[in-house]
């Protein structure tokens, strides 16, 4: 399958570690941020629920 034909979230994860990536930002970092990113999803689905 090519990236193209590839769901969206594919795409994204694909986007997101280019830039990472380039930026040369450490894992550690990546993952701490990555964090703080799902918690801040994870709160607008639930506000989005009720």
């Given amino acids: 399958m090519s990236l ?3 769901p969206d979230e594919v795409k ?3 986007d997101l570690i280019m ?3 380039n930026h040369e930002i450490p894992p550690q ?3 701490a941020a990555l964090e703080i990113v799902r ?3 994870l709160r607008k689905l639930r506000d989005a629920d009720s």
């Fill in 29 to 31: 970092t990546v993952l």
């Fill in 39 to 41: 918690d801040d999803y």
């Fill in 4 to 6: 193209e034909q590839a």
């Fill in 12 to 14: 994204l994860a694909v």
């Fill in 19 to 21: 830039l990472l990536e």
